[in-house]
């Protein structure tokens, strides 16, 4: 039993001077020629998962969302440089999504597309209405039900800027104004740190924290793993009832979103 223990020491003091692979986070990839940026987005998702669920950086990202993840690039030849990229992690174009350093943070905005769908839920059932009165008493509107219309209503405030890398699903494109872009681009801010420190980006990310928390158990055992009773977090969240996850898988299957189109001219 010793020996293997110092055999297992002996290996990762060789292997950490290279760093972690997107193996070591549970994830292949097929197409890219550098994993490097990959390999850099999901250490950001894994140390944020494990804050949340105490779950080792290196096995949270597959029993949050499932073994078997494959992150995919393939050529295809378009007339413009163009690249597309799916919640079901594959992306085509023209020029490989890395190429361009404005989708740093694209993948994990492609997990948070993931963790939403797993639970189905529609605006309503986000039960988000985030924003605040300003020194004139103004109401301002910052993400989810706008109170004054009662209608779902994206802004980039919270954000350093509108447009990547800070919205990876571009304003032009559609489905820019969803509740569904909304909350991976808001998602991926909250996993990288990028809100501003203000009323607006401490707004967001008081939000997604708690979001996160309260369904991170329900996502994973949608995903089929087990239940996290050894990891004691957020006692009071979230129920799992068994009549609901058909539901929620049902609705989940039936999602696709092409999530991002970008055009260089
Ligand atoms: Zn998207």
New binding site residues.
């Given amino acids: 039993m010793n020996s293997i223990i110092i055999w297992i020491t002996l290996i990762t003091m060789i292997l950490i001077p290279f760093g972690p692979t997107l193996e070591n986070y549970g994830i292949t990839s097929i197409g890219f020629i550098d994993n490097s940026r990959l390999i850099t987005e999901m250490g950001y998702l894994s140390s944020k998962l494990s804050e949340i669920t105490g779950i080792n950086r290196f096995d949270v990202i597959p029993k949050v969302f499932g073994d078997n993840l494959t992150i995919t690039y393939t050529y295809r030849d378009n007339s413009i440089d163009s690249y597309s990229c799916w919640?079901t992690l594959n992306c085509y174009g023209s020029i490989s999504p890395l190429d361009d350093p404005n989708s740093y943070g694209l993948f994990i905005?492609?997990f948070g597309?993931r963790f939403l769908d797993s639970l189905g839920l529609s605006y309503n059932d986000l039960d988000m209405e985030l924003g605040y009165y300003d020194s004139d008493n103004q109401y301002i509107h910052v993400a989810g039900i706008n109170p004054e219309t009662n209608r779902f209503e994206r802004t980039n405030s919270g954000y350093p800027e509108g447009g990547q890398p800070y919205e990876?699903?571009g304003n032009l494109s559609p489905n820019y104004n969803t509740y569904?872009?909304d909350f991976?681009d808001m998602f991926m801010n909250w996993v990288l740190g990028q809100f501003t420190d203000n009323q607006a980006g401490q707004l967001r990310n008081k939000w997604m924290t708690n979001f996160i928390t309260d369904h991170i158990e329900l996502v994973i055992m949608n995903n089929g793993l087990e239940t996290l009773s050894e990891h004691v977090f957020n006692p009071n969240g979230t129920p799992c009832i068994k009549d609901k996850l058909g539901v929620y898988l049902t609705r989940a299957r039936g999602m696709r979103?092409i999530?991002?189109y970008v055009i260089n001219i």
């Fill in positions: 919640s905005h492609e597309h990876q699903h569904q872009e991976a979103y999530i991002y």
